[in-house]
């Protein structure tokens, strides 16, 4: 029983509780507060991200930045835990429009490797404003009914994908 007890609890049980304690306190903060894990639900993001999967969204990405072009962001709906996957195409006083399925900003056609499929959307152009991105799933192929995209303001962006 007393080699037991040592295998569990170590030669100095009271250092062992010690150090459990802090890993599990900052285990809680980093998973409640800094990474953020979410699953996916949908076909928006498709090829990148696929549906039911687990993610993690750092929190802190944007702690000092502010989000770039061809960032997956997590776009907060109601509360931390719902949220939208999205892509940003738009930066803020950037004009967007999508012609034939191809984004343009500010005119010009925004390259996209990552988009597989297209499909032959049009979106009138939408000037944003100086704390607005425009944010869009990966999978074009969909229709755009079927689909959210657009606006978001800065305040609403949770924070980056990690994988």
Do not use: C
């Amino acid at each position: 029983m007393n080699r037991a007890r040592q295998i569990v609890f170590g030669r100095n049980p009271r250092r062992t509780a010690v150090r459990v304690l802090v890993l599990a306190s900052v285990s809680f903060i980093v998973f409640r507060w800094m990474l953020i894990p979410i699953r996916t639900d949908g076909i928006s993001m498709l090829p990148t991200y696929h549906s039911d999967t687990f993610n993690v969204v750092n929190r802190l990405a944007y702690w000092n930045s502010t989000p770039s072009r061809g960032d997956v962001v997590a776009i907060r709906l109601a509360g931390p835990r719902v949220v939208y996957v999205k892509r940003v195409v738009g930066l803020p006083g950037e004009r967007i429009g999508i012609v034939e399925g191809q984004v343009e900003v500010n005119g010009a056609a925004l390259s996209e490797p990552y988009v597989r499929h297209r499909r032959a959307w049009d979106v009138p152009d939408v000037s944003l404003g100086p704390r607005e991105y425009f944010v869009i799933g990966d999978n074009r192929g969909m229709a755009p009914a079927d689909h959210d995209f657009g606006r978001v303001e800065a305040n609403r962006i949770l924070g980056k994908l990690v994988f």
